[in-house]
């Protein structure tokens, strides 16, 4: 028997607790409807040359179940305001905090049966820059993305699209179950949605791509193949190829990457931070403490951290 198989009716019963949560996040009233909202191991012979990394999905690779073990948070009620400030009945200048308007988390439907997670920015200042997130399989993106939500919030308007079909193992969860190239055109659908949801709110400038597990595989690719489109990238607990001729092809100007300190990817990411450093490249590595493959219970401060050194890059060369 698998580990895999001894550990999943606890994997079930955790990530039913994280969809039980989602059941107060808040709705957006929108002309396209929108309704309630339900985190491989090194061995030393990865060819780190490789200018683009192979999609797994591509070459008939099975995929393996991420083994998230802890339930997302229980989002905050939220609702839409984006009406600009009203004067006080006095005449005296309003709290700034009477006016900030609710991050979310929100969902926009960008295909059939399939939603966009959103977290608004907690600036009303416009534009807002890009951050958009791709969970991992059988993953709800209200845990790859809703544990740090804050943090995307303070810095950008996050988009976080589901996967392509249902988990089985694990009923309620999304789960990717197509190749990169596609992931790459539903997540470009996602964004062309929530756009188009809030216009002139969306910036692509300066753009930050993360992933979790399978989702931060996906990104590493999808950066690759489009130069300039995500020049900054933040990878959780995804032991992918790095190379600088594979960075420097996508314009990704700076990477962080992320990894639990009893995890089995750890070692990959070590060896990735090594050699790019090595070469003048700017990437650097969190670990999560006392974590395995899901999140640490401090990742948000990790995501704000890695956020903030990513973008320290952004007038880069």
Not at 2 to 9: E, G, V
Not at 136 to 144: A, L
Request: glycine fraction near 8%; hydrophobic fraction near 40%; charge should be negative.
């Amino acid at each position: 028997m698998t580990s895999w198989s001894l550990a999943r009716p606890l994997f079930a019963a955790i990530v039913l607790l994280g969809l039980a949560a989602c059941r107060d996040l808040q709705t957006i009233p929108t002309a396209v409807g929108a309704g309630p909202l339900p985190s491989a191991s090194t061995d030393g012979t990865r060819d780190s040359s490789a200018e683009t990394p192979r999609d797994p999905a591509e070459d008939g690779a099975a995929v393996v179940p991420d083994g998230a073990t802890r339930a997302a948070p229980e989002a905050g009620a939220a609702g839409d305001a984006e009406a600009p400030p009203e004067a006080s009945t006095d005449g005296a200048p309003r709290d700034a905090a009477e006016d900030a308007r609710p991050i979310g988390p929100f969902q926009v439907p960008f295909l059939p049966s399939r939603l966009a997670y959103v977290v608004l920015p907690s600036s009303a200042t416009k534009p807002h820059r890009l951050i958009a997130g791709l969970h991992g399989v059988c993953i709800t993106p209200s845990y790859s993305c809703g544990t740090w939500m804050h943090a995307a919030a303070e810095l950008g308007l996050l988009v976080c699209p589901t996967g392509n079909q249902m988990c089985v193992d694990v009923p309620g969860a999304p789960t990717w179950e197509e190749p990169f190239a596609k992931i790459d055109e539903d997540l470009e659908t996602a964004i062309a949605k929530v756009s188009a949801r809030y216009p002139g709110e969306v910036s692509r400038e300066g753009a930050v791509l993360t992933g979790y597990s399978r989702g931060a595989y996906a990104a590493a690719i999808i950066a690759a193949r489009h130069p300039g489109r995500w020049p900054f990238l933040v990878l959780n607990e995804a032991d992918t190829e790095l190379s600088l001729p594979m960075l420097r092809a996508g314009k990704v100007r700076a990477v962080a990457l992320i990894a639990g300190e009893w995890g089995s990817q750890i070692a990959g990411e070590r060896k990735n931070v090594d050699e790019l450093t090595s070469q003048g490249y700017p990437i650097r590595l969190w670990v999560m403490p006392k974590a395995g493959h899901a999140y640490s219970s401090n990742i948000e401060a990790i995501m704000r951290e890695a956020l903030e050194f990513v973008l320290s890059h952004e007038h880069d060369g």
